[in-house]
């Protein structure tokens, strides 16, 4: 049994670090490659940013105790913290036609955990507890810098980050203002990017919205592994083009003028 704790602030710059310190415990347990390990981070990542953003109302600095127990079946992980309760039975069901950004986290967390629980401990903390149950291994497949190309009327982002979450999801939205104010035909090309939860989710939503309100288009290339099951919870599929690579996206545009 593998058993580790630390404590973190309340800072979003934090969640990476917090993955990383959970996925060392996994995968001394389980050895790598295992895309539950990647599940268990998506879960860890959203309820680490609730906490920052929610419970502790997005007051930085306030301590986040993480501890995990990895064993040879599954991994346990709890999140102690100071802030205000939480009731997952208020959240409001995710819609996914395209007019929300935000609100997906909780619905994510219970697509990809076996246990999700919130309550005090004695001590009066609260206390969010994620269980993490193995299956066979698989193989496992700051600030924002992106690169922009325009090809003919279409323009092309890439994306040079390996995560678009709670941490640098407003520096995305930053880098493409710019871009996405004339922009009609966008391709985003994610190939960089292994991990995405639902505040990038979020950003990407926010780019499709403005560009349909442009009159214009989105379409998505190079999605990683990891990150096409997040959009396929996401039901990303009903709302864009997700295509394997840039020129079949920049192509797609093409054939549609």
């Known amino acids: 049994m593998e058993r580790a704790t630390q404590i973190f602030a309340s800072d979003v710059q934090q969640l990476a670090g917090i993955r990383t310190f959970v996925r060392a415990a996994c995968e001394r347990a389980w050895g790598a490659g295992h895309e539950e390990i990647a599940h268990l981070e998506l879960a860890l990542a959203e309820a680490a940013a609730n906490v920052m953003l929610h419970a502790y109302e997005g007051e930085a600095g ?19 913290h100071e802030g205000r309760d939480f009731d997952p039975a208020a959240v409001a069901p995710p819609v996914f036609d395209g007019s929300r950004e ?35 291994a698989q193989p496992a497949g700051g600030t924002m810098q992106t690169e922009v190309e ?3 009327d279409v323009t092309v982002v890439v994306v040079n980050a390996q995560e678009l979450d709670a941490g640098n999801d407003q520096d995305f939205r930053q880098a493409l203002a710019p871009v996405l104010k004339d922009c009609r035909k966008l ?27 442009n009159g214009g288009d989105l379409k998505l290339c190079n999605i990683t592994k990891f990150v096409r099951s997040t959009f396929n919870l996401m039901r990303f599929h009903r709302l864009c083009d997700l295509l394997d690579t840039r020129e079949e996206a920049v192509k797609a545009f093409q054939q549609t003028t």
């Open 187 to 213: 391709v985003v090309d994610l190939g960089r990017v292994q991990f995405v939860d639902s505040r990038g989710c979020g950003a990407i939503l926010s780019c499709l919205k403005q560009v349909r309100g």
């Open 150 to 152: 325009q090809l003919g």
């Open 62 to 80: 306030r301590p986040i105790e993480v501890l995990v127990e990895a064993g040879p079946q599954e991994v346990r992980v709890w999140l102690y």
């Open 102 to 136: 935000s609100g997906f986290g909780m619905y994510l967390i219970k697509q990809v955990v076996e246990e999700a629980a919130f309550f005090s401990d004695d001590s009066g903390r609260r206390v969010v507890r994620l269980v993490k149950k193995r299956r066979p």
